[in-house]
């Protein structure tokens, strides 16, 4: 009698072990440069919002998170190729990526600023920047903008694998000003001991045709079910409060915006 509970315990525990053994992987593309969105921890663990928010994501469409390091400027290259199955990676949303890739809803929607050394009398315009060194991330839309306001206007571009690399030319003198994500650009120079001799300046930067709609995820466009999938699962995770949970963590005010 004992024996025939011992071998339903055994059924059970070996179904409950397949359930989550058949969890199908999801694999998800990410630049782990972007703090506080993706990035690593002095151990070399991937942190930060998106990381938390893709494992809730993942959670709630019963899905097994496995994230696949990229470098920026070859990342939707290698979700074409296959690589991984979708780019979370604090990626906006414009209609020239729309053009190769498709996006999910919303993820955020933060404003972009430029950083300047305090005291250098810049105010972040093109027009003050004439003559002068900008830095921002290659294959980004904020570099995109830089070709058609700064250049334009006079300045001179230097385009950078990673945001660390940009905060290491400003702070050497080698650029006179980055453009980049308010939030990144907060979290990963300016609150640090490095970034405390610069602050961004008061120029507003817009321009929604070329600095898009807000981040979202990309996926191939052929992942049809895939899309549906991870919209529904973003609802859903916004619906239970889980997504504010995870803002909270990192931010002081609203990244999802209107």
Not at 52 to 71: G, I, Q, Y
């Amino acid at each position: 009698m004992k024996l025939r509970y011992v071998f339903a315990a055994v059924a059970v525990a070996c179904g409950l072990s397949a359930q989550a053994d058949d969890l199908k992987d999801l694999r998800i593309g990410t630049d782990a440069t972007y703090e506080p969105f993706e990035y690593k921890s002095p151990e070399g663990k991937l942190v930060g919002f998106e990381i938390d928010l893709a494992n809730a994501l993942c959670a709630e469409m019963k899905r097994n998170c496995v994230f696949v390091e990229s470098p920026w400027d070859g990342i939707v290259p290698s979700l074409l190729a296959k690589k991984y199955d979708v780019i979370i990676s604090g990626m906006t949303v414009t209609d020239q990526r729309r053009k190769t890739v498709a996006f999910s809803d919303k993820i955020t929607d933060i404003p972009y600023r430029v950083i300047v050394k305090r005291g250098s009398g810049l105010d972040g315009s093109p027009a003050s920047l004439k003559g002068k060194k900008m830095g921002v991330l290659k294959g980004s839309t904020e570099a995109d903008y830089i070709d058609k306001y700064y250049v334009k206007a006079g300045a001179t571009v230097q385009t950078y694998g990673s945001t660390q690399d940009s905060y290491l030319d400003l702070v050497s003198g080698r650029t006179d000003a980055i453009l980049g994500n308010l939030v990144e650009m907060k979290a990963g120079f300016l609150s640090k001991p490095e970034g405390k001799a610069f602050e961004f300046a008061p120029h507003e930067v817009k321009d929604p045709v070329i600095l898009g709609y807000g981040t979202g995820a990309a996926m191939r466009k052929q992942d049809k079910q895939l899309m549906a999938d991870f919209n529904a699962a973003l609802k859903a995770i916004r619906a239970q409060g889980v997504y504010q949970k995870i803002a909270a963590k990192y931010f002081d005010f609203d990244v999802y915006g209107k």
